[in-house]
């Protein structure tokens, strides 16, 4: 069964079936942008396989790394589809990527009209925001090496996908500064323990 399958699964079968009517494959290359900053979003992805980086870029032209999607998951600006307005992020492909993917406009058609859409795109509203919630609480209290230790908990199973420069974006430090945080942490757990 296909990561698409699964996810509508979740519906009751008439719902299910509207999602396989609307949501059409679609790949994009390694690098590929879906949303560019300054783009008004005009669709929303699923990932049936491939990485997704979400990210916006600061004052001094520096890439932040706010999220990374992989299969199984929505991918879109959502912030901007929901005020209509332009995205402030932009969301790259990491690896060559499959997608099913539906228009803006129709998908938000779609959700409207079906309440088992609406229990699940409710369900994963949720997820989303607890996901952020979680991160911003990261981002302001924790120092950078918790933040690597946490992403190796939440992200263990995407760091072999990400390059250093794309975790270190995301935990917020460079990358030579990540190198530094993996020796220390390294050296800790290599030293032995201590004896009473």
């Given at each position: 069964m296909s990561e698409f399958e699964r996810f509508l699964a979740q519906l009751p079968a008439p719902d299910a079936a509207r999602g396989r009517e609307l949501f059409r494959p679609a790949k994009?290359?390694?690098?590929?942008?879906?949303?560019?900053?300054?783009?008004?979003?005009?669709?929303?992805?699923?990932?049936?396989?491939?990485?997704?980086r979400v990210y916006q870029a600061d004052a001094s032209g520096t890439d932040r790394t706010l999220a990374f999607r992989?299969?199984?998951?929505?991918?879109?600006?959502?912030?901007?589809?929901?005020?209509?307005?332009?995205?402030?992020?932009?969301?790259?492909?990491l690896e060559p990527a499959e997608l099913m993917?539906?228009?803006?406009?129709?998908?938000?058609?779609?959700?409207?009209?079906?309440?088992?859409?609406?229990?699940l795109i409710a369900k994963l509203t949720e997820a989303l925001y607890l996901r952020v919630e979680q991160r911003q609480t990261e981002l302001l209290l924790a120092d950078a090496a918790e933040r690597y230790?946490?992403?190796l908990v939440g992200h263990?199973?995407?760091a072999s996908r990400l390059t250093q420069r794309?975790?270190?974006?995301?935990?917020?430090?460079?990358?030579?500064?990540l190198s530094r945080i993996r020796r220390r942490l390294i050296s800790i757990n290599d030293e032995p323990a201590a004896t009473a």
């Open positions: 994009l290359e390694r690098g590929e942008l879906m949303v560019r900053a300054g783009d008004k979003p005009d669709r929303v992805g699923f990932i049936e396989r491939g990485l997704f992989a299969e199984g998951e929505l991918v879109c600006a959502y912030s901007a589809a929901l005020r209509r307005e332009t995205s402030h992020v932009t969301i790259e492909a993917v539906a228009p803006r406009s129709a998908y938000d058609a779609m959700v409207a009209a079906s309440a088992g859409w609406q229990r230790q946490r992403f263990g199973d995407l794309q975790i270190a974006s995301y935990v917020g430090v460079t990358p030579e500064a």
